[in-house]
């Protein structure tokens, strides 16, 4: 009798869960190995879902209990806190950052997206902690955000009308940013700079000191935290792929590893039901043409 085989999924965000759904349903046997919680993005996502059919103005938090109820009901084995660094393809061999190594006939890469940092002095100063996060905090002071799109603005607006004081800095005069966010930052009346730039971060007593280089003027300005929301890249990982990004979506058999989700979707495109797709078509594709029978 055939051994079942075993694919690893790299990254437990919506394009993994729904590639390991699949994987099963199709009779491989998935493993999904996660650098954090189950989830990716989705912690992020503070506002109501609009476009998720099925769960139109439910919280995120119910699809993603839904997503790990069905794993579990699906009896899908989950790695979290496995942060996965490289792929052996002749070996077959999956490498994780604490040296632990797991067999693999195949991987599905679903690494998504990391935040793009400032390069500045003192970037190390800028939060690493998510809206969720700082909501919980008690801050003495503003929260600086920098960025001019939807995570900047959707940020500003949660923490705002939580009742922190909040501050959007942006380095042009037109925003990216949904018009109904636009209309409500105004609404709020969170101050907005433009044409701004941060030049330096310092860490101060008790929060951080920025400098803010305007059209006009230079100026420092005190906060509790900064934080930084100026677009994301794929957070691909050398060790699993190290050619560029249009060359790393092969097509089973050709190569033991296929990556998905937001990290190969052009901007436009990137949502919870396209990461869900990319990750049925890697599986539907990979039982059609199985890297292992080549
Ligand atoms: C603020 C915000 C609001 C959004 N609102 C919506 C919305 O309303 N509707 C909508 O459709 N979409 C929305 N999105 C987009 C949506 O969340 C993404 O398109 C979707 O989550 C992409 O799924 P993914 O699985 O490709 O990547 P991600 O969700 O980014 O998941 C990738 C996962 O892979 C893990 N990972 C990465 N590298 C490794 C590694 N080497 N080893 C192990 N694990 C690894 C990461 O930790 C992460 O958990 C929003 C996104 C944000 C940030």
């Keep these: 009798m055939n051994s079942i085989e075993t694919v690893a999924v790299v990254g437990g965000g919506p394009a993994g869960i729904a590639c390991a759904i699949w994987l099963k349903r199709l009779g491989l046997l998935p493993k999904i190995f996660e650098r954090h919680h189950l989830g990716g993005q989705l912690h992020d996502i503070t506002l109501p879902l609009q476009d ?18 069905q794993l579990h009901q699906m009896e899908i084995d989950v790695y979290e806190e496995h942060d996965v660094v490289a792929f052996d393809e002749a070996e077959k061999l999956l490498t994780c950052a604490d040296g632990a190594t797991y067999h693999a006939q195949a991987v599905v890469y679903a690494p998504g997206l990391r935040t793009r940092d400032l390069k500045v002095p ?6 690493s902690l998510s809206t969720s996060a700082l909501l919980a905090q008690p801050l003495a002071g503003e929260v600086l955000i920098v960025g001019g799109g939807d995570r900047a603005f959707e940020a500003a607006l949660r923490l705002s009308e939580a009742g922190k004081t909040v501050r959007l800095i942006h380095r042009r005069d037109h925003f990216r940013a949904r018009p109904d966010f636009q209309q409500r930052v105004r609404d709020l009346g969170i101050p907005v700079h433009v044409n701004t730039i941060v030049e330096a971060i310092t860490r101060t007593q008790g929060g951080v000191e920025v400098v803010l280089k305007g ?13 930084v929301r100026i677009g994301m890249e794929p957070d691909i990982q050398p060790g699993l ?54």
């Design 215 to 227: 059209p006009r003027t230079t100026k420092r300005v005190k906060a509790a935290v900064v934080m």
């Design 52 to 69: 998720v059919p099925g769960f139109y103005g439910a919280d995120v938090s119910v699809l993603l209990a839904d997503l790990v109820q």
């Design 122 to 127: 003192g970037a190390q100063w800028v939060t």
């Design 241 to 294: 792929c190290s050619s560029v990004l249009s060359d790393v979506v092969p097509l089973w058999p050709s190569s033991r590893l296929r990556v998905i989700g937001d990290a190969v979707t052009p901007v436009p495109f990137r949502s919870i039901v396209t990461a869900f797709a990319s990750g049925m078509v890697a599986a539907k594709e990979m039982v059609m043409n199985p890297p292992w029978r080549s």
